[in-house]
DNA sequence: TTGTAGGCGTTATCAT
DNA sequence: ATGATAACGCCTACAA
């Protein structure tokens, strides 16, 4: 590995006239040329170790996930880098796995790896760790969730009105029994999207019973049991509507599972597309969030904070969803 | 951000003393309290920018992944966290997006930022560049695909023998006409498939036709092409293989297209799990990959490589797949 | 516009 | 076992 000294020497020059070109200061011609050239011949490149060091910049910026391992996550990510990349920024990507004290460790190391910026999808609402962070001065963006009580740039999907219409779209098809199943109220976007539904309710006046809100973990094995407790009432709803894509297989698993159908013996609704979803015949209706773009917006918003720029904060990014009406729901008169 | 000379100075010891206590050599005990609680007092933590650039080594491994927003991808990253994240090791993660300069790109990348290890799925056959980072001493793993003319660690699944059985289970149910899907010739798993396809044809004595040899991208549009082609026979096969998780996704969709009743009019058997073929009715027989694994065993091929130890190179690991038998391949008497 | 020198926070080599 | 000090490779006053 050959350094800037080496440069200097091979182009008589000096360090200084090689670290002025490195970084666009203007230099002679003559000594630019000679400078290339000795680069070229030495192969050299700039270690940026130890740049960093004086410079306080790693152009790596750090990205936390509590799963990493499904579509969300990845088509996420996939945005980021679109941002990140061609702006010479390398990504490390840590999986929290849901726990928050893998958070504040995957944080704390961040910190201490010098990171330029971070971006969180956290765990749950707790805000110290984070705004702790933030005091470091080391510029944060939420994803997906926000965290109360902490002012902080935030890219989310507009969770509300995207369940909104999808049991607007429910109801419109004649059903009234709609049921949800729900996740922890702990977690921003499932408070959010049980919202929707209420709103939605209230606004056709239908009357919420609450035996049709199931609340549990939004896992496969939530929406799985979800369908088992709505199967076993005495009135059980005509159509479901499911809060992220892990609860809308489990539900789909148990309602294959009874030998029902769907769309015609119960319907079905879902947040997140899936492959599943677009596959199975009928394909489930869903709501879609725009994963690239929260992918990219979070990533364009830590750029200007990293530049320095802190116009706005907290930036809040409520991206619209669609929705993909099938004949998941059947039409009711 | 305090340093050790802040330490040093609160403690009333050197920058020597405490620099041996952080990297754990024997000091005396009285000292290391002192220290200790200095610590605790600046909040302080070691500066990895600063001991990277006297020790050359940065606790971060690259991994590259030619498409990053796939459950393979994810997965396997997973089990190599399981292996880094202990071990104190960061992961730096870039997409080549299947584009060999992208790959060449990032390993430069990779190399500037001073990576202690790299992991990577080479896009396709070509060598010289992985060779130029192996001449720089860093050591590499492969996964998923070796690259030929080169020595070099690897871990990949046996794709042969899975394909095989995948295909002699087929047989065994009484098909003789059996085609496949198969990918592009200088890609080392899909090389692999076709042989375990063509070896279990052979070992059977049935005659391969080469109508029933599709060959295409190992994308969701080639395994869709790959139905259409055979549909069109005046003769089709009574079972398709198809070689990876987005040919198989492909190939399921035309097939619903068309109206065919898999396990009935048509048999499909594919390579790699994914929610779809466990969820369909009737579910989809796959050849299934230790993902996990894989990301396991190659993190550690590269922890021990990065510590020097590099007996047995190459090391090829191949590890063993699984077949799932369902009925989405008729039995035929 | 240039060269020289000091410093970023560590580690490692000296004597002691 | 310890303290002082010279690296590591780069950036940036400073003086010229």
């Given at each position: 590995?050959?350094?800037?000294?080496?440069?200097?020497?091979l182009s008589q020059t000096s360090v200084g006239t090689v670290s002025r070109y490195l970084n666009g200061y203007p230099i002679k011609t003559v000594n630019k040329e000679k400078i290339e050239d000795a680069i070229k011949c030495l192969d050299f490149s700039i270690n940026p170790i130890a740049r960093g060091l004086k410079t306080n910049k790693t152009y790596t910026v750090g990205i936390l996930i509590p799963k990493l391992a499904n579509l969300f996550s990845t088509?996420?990510?996939e945005g980021m880098d679109q941002v990140f990349d061609p702006l010479g920024y390398s990504i490390l990507v840590c999986d929290?796995?849901?726990s928050l004290e893998k958070e504040k460790e995957k944080l704390r190391l961040f910190k201490d790896k010098l990171v330029d910026?971070?971006?969180?999808?956290?765990?749950n609402n707790t805000e110290q760790h984070i705004r702790e962070i933030q005091e470091n001065g080391v510029p944060i963006v939420l994803i997906d969730r926000l965290v109360n009580n902490l002012q902080c740039d935030g890219v989310v999907s507009d969770n509300v009105n995207g369940v909104y219409q999808a049991v607007e779209a429910i109801i419109n098809r004649g059903h009234r029994r709609i049921a949800i199943?729900?996740?922890?109220?702990?977690?921003?976007?499932?408070?959010?999207r049980l919202e929707g539904y209420l709103r939605a309710m209230k606004d056709y006046n239908i009357e919420v019973d609450h035996n049709l809100i199931y609340?549990?973990?939004l896992t496969r094995e939530g929406g799985y049991q979800g369908i088992a407790s709505f199967c076993a009432m005495d009135e059980p709803p005509t159509a479901i509507f499911t809060s992220n894509d892990e609860t809308t297989i489990g539900a789909y698993k148990s309602i294959i599972e009874r030998g029902l159908l769907?769309?015609?013996?119960?319907?079905?609704?879902?947040y997140d597309q899936t492959e599943l979803c677009q596959m199975v015949r009928p394909q489930i209706s869903v709501v879609i969030q725009p994963l690239e773009t929260i992918g990219k917006r979070s990533a364009e918003i830590l750029i200007s904070r990293m530049k320095g720029d802190y116009t706005g904060f907290p930036i809040i990014n409520r991206l619209k969803t669609e929705i993909v009406v099938t004949n998941s729901v059947k039409t009711i008169y």
């Open positions: 590995m050959s350094t800037i000294k080496d440069v200097a020497k088509s996420v990510i929290s796995k849901n910026g971070i971006i969180l999808m956290p765990v199943i729900a996740g922890p109220q702990n977690i921003y976007p499932a408070k959010e609340q549990n973990e769907i769309g015609e013996d119960i319907s079905l609704f879902g």
